[in-house]
C-alpha cells in the first residue's frame, strides 16, 4: 500500500506545481482540504479561500519546477520537501524551498498545509 501511496503523492506533487504554473483553480480546489492553510514566502498566512484567490492571479513566477524531492509517510500522513527552480515575473532566476503536508482523508490525499520560501538569483 505504501508504494501505492509513494506513487500517488509523486503525480500530486507534480500535479501541485504544474497547477501554480498554470493558474489551476480547479485542481487545487479538488486537492485541498476545507481547512488548507499556506504559509507564502513573505511570511503571510493564508487560508484556502485567500490561497486560491492568489492561485488565480498569478503567483509571480514562471517555468517553476520541483527538484530535490523527498516524500516521508507516516501512516495517514505525507510530508513531501523539495526545491523548485523558477523564473520571477521580472525575468531573474530563482530557487526556493516548500514543504506539503498531506493527509488521507477518506481514502483519498488532500493538501492540509503549504509552506513556500523563494529567492531570486540573478
Known sequence: MQSND???LTRLNSEYVRSVQNKDVAW???NLSPDFM???SDGSLAHRKTFLAHIAKGT?????AEEDVLIRIINDTAVIHAATVFT???GASG???YTDIWQKQ???WLCIAAHVSRRATA
Open 6 to 8: 509513494q506513487e500517488t
Open 28 to 30: 487545487f480546489d479538488a
Open 38 to 40: 499556506n504559509t507564502a
Open 60 to 64: 509571480g513566477v514562471s517555468k517553476i
Open 88 to 90: 520571477t515575473d521580472a
Open 95 to 97: 530557487r526556493g524551498r
Open 106 to 108: 477518506n481514502g483519498r
